[in-house]
């Protein structure tokens, strides 16, 4: 971590914000809210905007980093941004044109991380989610290992200054990390993470590899059944977290934060709702008192996965 304290440094030696702004929202969110409130998270403090070609928003957003930089209040170097290459397009041919597609919709010269968004491929097309006529869904056949040659490529191009991963488990980094030829190690594993599910194994084989693991569903809205279980509270409801709050004079959500961060892991936090978004970033401002951690670990048997 740098001596500010808000970012981390990469394993290619370009450092990435500790707290990033989710960009995701439901389908009946209007776009329009993507642009208005990444505008809002920037002017709020946000400095690393995550958003994805399947979410289909990256026109609004590129929209509001390129006010903000034009407004003054940052420039393009303040500013760190992910973006993720779909799975109809990992075909070693397609990850170029799908970076520069999404260069084009953020009308920006590069990313600062562009990342495979799920390892799984579907079949090329326009259709973010191929379904044949049975409804189920039309996979491809991709070697992962030549979807990150050429996201290597991608980085030698300055289309993007890092390249990292996103969904995969150890086995499927493991692939990566021994393909012979490897030229650069994903910088992140970008994974649902929070203290119901918290990715101790997987954080700990990633930090072995110098890679660092950025949580998404920090604030437990994803609740996966697969891993969650669904008896549990909503994450923010939680009791004990709920305890650790109150005791400590700040909101379950900035706990949750803060539980993230001080484990090593960058972590998103998600919000079009302008309140949230202002108490979200207060969790770099020192307000959050340190050392959490211990508690969120050891208090109370609903906090571990």
Same mark, same amino acid.
């Given at each position: 971590?740098?001596?500010?304290?808000?970012?981390?440094?990469?394993?290619?030696?370009?450092?990435?914000?500790?707290?990033?702004?989710?960009?995701?929202?439901? *389908?009946?969110?209007?776009?329009s809210? %993507?642009?208005?409130?990444?505008?809002?998270?920037?002017?709020?403090?946000f400095?690393? !905007?995550?958003? %994805?070609? /399947?979410?289909?928003?990256?026109?609004?957003?590129?929209?509001?980093i390129?006010?903000? !930089?034009?407004?003054?209040?940052?420039?393009?170097?303040?500013?760190?941004?992910?973006?993720?290459?779909?799975?109809?397009?990992? *075909?070693?041919?397609?990850?170029?044109?799908a970076?520069?597609?999404?260069?084009?919709?953020?009308q /920006?010269?590069?990313?600062?991380?562009?990342?495979?968004?799920?390892?799984?491929?579907?079949?090329?097309?326009?259709t973010?989610?191929?379904?044949?006529?049975?409804?189920?869904?039309?996979?491809?056949?991709?070697?992962?290992c030549?979807t990150?040659?050429?996201?290597?490529? $991608?980085?030698?191009a300055?289309?993007t200054?890092?390249?990292?991963?996103?969904?995969?488990?150890?086995?499927?980094?493991?692939?990566? &990390?021994?393909k012979?030829? #490897?030229?650069?190690?994903?910088? $992140?594993?970008?994974?649902? $993470?929070?203290?119901?599910?918290?990715q101790?194994? &997987?954080?700990?084989? $990633?930090?072995?590899?110098?890679?660092?693991?950025?949580?998404?569903?920090?604030?437990?809205?994803? *609740?996966?059944?697969?891993?969650?279980?669904?008896?549990?509270?909503?994450?923010?409801?939680?009791?004990?977290?709920?305890?650790? @709050?109150?005791?400590?004079?700040?909101?379950? %959500?900035?706990?949750?934060?803060?539980?993230?961060?001080?484990?090593?892991?960058?972590v998103? %936090?998600?919000?079009?709702?302008?309140?949230?978004?202002?108490e979200?970033?207060?969790?770099?401002?020192? @307000?959050?008192?340190?050392?959490? #951690?211990?508690?969120?670990?050891?208090?109370?048997?609903?906090l571990?996965?």
């Amino acid at each position: 971590m740098d001596p500010k304290g808000q970012r981390v440094k990469l394993n290619d030696g370009h450092f990435i914000p500790v707290l990033g702004f989710g960009t995701f929202a439901p *389908r009946e969110v209007p776009k329009s809210e %993507a642009l208005e409130v990444t505008k809002f998270a920037i002017e709020a403090g946000f400095r690393h !905007i995550d958003s %994805a070609h /399947l979410y289909q928003n990256e026109e609004q957003v590129g929209q509001a980093i390129r006010s903000k !930089i034009a407004d003054g209040t940052v420039k393009r170097e303040d500013i760190f941004y992910t973006s993720k290459l779909w799975s109809t397009s990992l *075909r070693p041919e397609l990850v170029r044109p799908a970076l520069e597609k999404s260069l084009n919709n953020l009308q /920006l010269d590069y990313v600062d991380l562009y990342i495979i968004h799920f390892p799984v491929a579907l079949k090329p097309g326009e259709t973010l989610f191929p379904t044949d006529e049975n409804g189920k869904p039309m996979f491809d056949s991709v070697d992962l290992c030549r979807t990150w040659e050429a996201l290597e490529k $991608c980085k030698d191009a300055g289309l993007t200054k890092s390249i990292g991963v996103s969904n995969f488990n150890h086995k499927q980094l493991e692939k990566i &990390l021994n393909k012979p030829g #490897l030229k650069y190690k994903p910088v $992140c594993n970008q994974v649902e $993470c929070h203290p119901y599910l918290n990715q101790s194994k &997987l954080l700990e084989f $990633c930090k072995s590899h110098d890679i660092v693991l950025v949580a998404y569903g920090a604030l437990g809205a994803q *609740r996966t059944l697969q891993w969650v279980n669904p008896n549990l509270p909503f994450l923010l409801e939680d009791p004990v977290l709920s305890a650790i @709050a109150k005791n400590h004079k700040q909101t379950p %959500a900035l706990v949750a934060l803060r539980y993230q961060i001080q484990r090593g892991v960058v972590v998103l %936090a998600k919000s079009y709702n302008k309140k949230r978004i202002k108490e979200n970033i207060q969790v770099m401002s020192g @307000a959050v008192v340190r050392g959490l #951690l211990k508690n969120m670990l050891h208090e109370g048997h609903s906090l571990s996965n």
